[in-house]
């Protein structure tokens, strides 16, 4: 008998056929409705064919306005906060609190992040990659619009959460179509490819409120309470982009075929022994990421405009500092800062594949140059001693670069490095599950940050101290048998796109006195057992 071939027993034959025959109807119901042409298979373009660049295409778009719709209150809170408490914009007052409110919804995005992402992880293995895509852009696009309707905090914080879901739900979905729709060949290209989205949504939400609110003449962005609610509202966008998904993007066959697995397992099969360690060390990676991204580019804006606060103060005559000169140049430092780091995030994405395929560097090495990167870039912009000048703090900003290139650089590792992780039948709770469990754990740190700038500490000091995350990774890494390295693997469950085998009964003799009937060709999870394993499993972890 093959050893790669799964064996389960025959009397459960009967039911598991019946499931996977309607899975597969749903499947091909679905795909029946995607437009499709004769050249969708040609190489088209970076040696994608049509129809892989357009998987690519839908999942760029959508992580894009994914985090696009992330970042719009990160930019429009020094508006929108001050219009819904009905305070001076200008007041001390008012620099505290939008501090405060940010680092709350901060949190309150990444807790509704994470559940959104865990949740949308189990409706992608049982109900389709594309179906949850769809459904999770929708929700996100348009509960971020609905809050330019808010007309309190309290609306602002439901729709924000509700808007949270969605987001989260988007990265699961996303990631798992997209690496179960490329060859092996071309899957860290894919994934690399695809974060580079994030550094542009991340750079249209800062344009389309810098338009709004400084750029725009008349009325617009004159008027405080108006400006604000027009960026929330550019939310709706990515609605257009479920279009492109319905009608051209396939569930992917390999899914089609595992899928009826899923139905059997739970997130709890993400830390069987097989798997625990993948999960573990995937969750600390991931969760020292986010710590180190979201406490850095949430607080850009109000570390702007605490550096101009200093610069003005410093330069202050006897008029004192005045709001619109304030106004001027903490936009002009959140510029810097924010294009630095952006344009960092894109060389970052891009760096991945000169290192992965150019390189041939192992995973785990990028991993522990990023983090050096980060954490000498958050020395350079942090440290409270340097001295107040405008020039200088432009120099500082301009660090944000390595920063973004180093953050950035995670998550487009973590687009392939992640999924590869997991075996399809599981897949994308495994990927929503270790990204998210992640966020919600990072999501004490902004509370944190909030309530440390409530209290008067300066936020450079706060931080600052953000230089312990990437020295954590470093140690973390140069531990033997924590992480996984998966260079040089297949997805964990690769079967070089070959159909299952068709159903057969075994001779008898090949496993004693029992029967049992082959069903797949590759790596699968052992029901009774509870174990995933490739080849014959052991004769008591399937008698019948």
Not at 306 to 311: D, F, K, M, N, P
Not at 473 to 500: C, K, R, S, W, Y
Request: proline share 5%; glycine share 8%; net charge negative.
């Amino acid at each position: 008998m093959s050893d790669d071939l799964r064996v389960v027993p025959l009397q459960n034959l009967a039911e598991e056929e019946d499931a996977s025959s309607k899975r597969a109807r749903e499947a091909e119901e679905y795909n029946s409705k995607v437009i499709s042409y004769e050249s969708d298979n040609d190489t088209f373009l970076l040696g994608f064919t049509r129809y892989q660049f357009i998987v690519l295409l839908s999942a760029w778009l959508g992580w894009g306005f994914d985090i696009f719709d992330a970042f719009l209150f990160t930019y429009a809170a020094p508006l929108a906060v001050p219009s819904l408490l009905a305070i001076d914009p200008s007041s001390p007052e008012a620099k505290t609190l939008v501090g405060y409110w940010t680092a709350v919804l901060t949190a309150l995005l990444l807790l509704g992040w994470g559940i959104g992402g865990i949740l949308c992880g189990v409706v992608a293995d049982r109900w389709g990659r594309a179906r949850t895509l769809l459904f999770s852009i929708g929700i996100y696009s348009v509960a971020t619009a609905a809050c330019a309707l808010s007309t309190s905090m309290n609306m602002l914080i439901i729709f924000r959460f509700v808007s949270a879901l969605g987001i989260g739900g988007e990265w699961a979905s996303g990631a798992s179509l997209l690496a179960e729709s490329m060859p092996q060949n071309k899957r860290v290209l894919a994934g690399a490819l695809m974060f580079t989205a994030a550094p542009f949504g991340s750079m249209m939400g800062f344009l389309v409120n810098l338009a709004f609110d400084a750029l725009l003449p008349g009325t617009i962005s004159s008027n405080s309470e108006y400006s604000w609610r027009l960026v929330f509202a550019s939310a709706i966008l990515p609605v257009f982009i479920t279009l492109l998904i319905r009608f051209r993007v396939k569930e992917p066959e390999r899914w089609s075929r595992k899928a009826v697995q899923s139905d059997s397992l739970s997130l709890g099969d993400l830390f069987a022994p097989e798997l625990k360690r993948r999960t573990s060390s995937s969750i600390f990676l991931v969760l020292l990421c986010l710590i180190a991204w979201w406490c850095i580019s949430s607080f850009l804006p109000t570390f702007s405009s605490s550096l101009a606060h200093q610069v003005l103060a410093y330069e202050a005559t006897s008029h004192g500092v005045q709001p619109q000169e304030l106004k001027s140049l903490s936009l002009f430092y959140n510029g810097w800062g924010s294009a630095s780091l952006y344009v960092g995030g894109i060389l970052g994405a891009l760096g991945v594949v000169f290192f992965t395929n150019g390189l041939l560097w192992p995973r785990l090495h990028i991993f522990k140059l990023f983090f050096f990167i980060a954490g000498v870039s958050i020395l350079c912009v942090y440290y409270p001693g340097l001295q107040f000048s405008r020039h200088f703090n432009v120099f500082r900003l301009i660090m944000m670069l390595p920063l973004g290139l180093a953050t950035q650089g995670f998550f487009a590792i973590h687009s392939f490095y992640i999924p590869e992780q997991f075996p399809t039948a599981i897949r994308a709770r495994g990927s929503g599950l270790t990204y998210n469990a992640s966020r919600i754990l990072t999501a004490i740190f902004p509370l944190t940050i909030g309530k440390l700038i409530l209290s008067g500490i300066n936020t450079a000091y706060i931080l600052l101290a953000f230089v312990a995350i990437p020295v954590i990774g470093i140690i973390f890494l140069f531990i033997p048998n924590l992480a996984f390295e998966t260079q040089h693997m297949n997805l964990f469950d690769e079967d070089n796109d070959a159909p299952a085998s068709p159903p057969r009964e075994v001779d008898a003799d090949e496993f004693g006195d029992h029967k049992f009937v082959v069903i797949g060709n590759d790596e699968e999870f052992d029901p009774q057992s509870r174990k995933w394993w490739r080849g014959s499993p052991p004769k008591d972890s399937v008698e019948i």
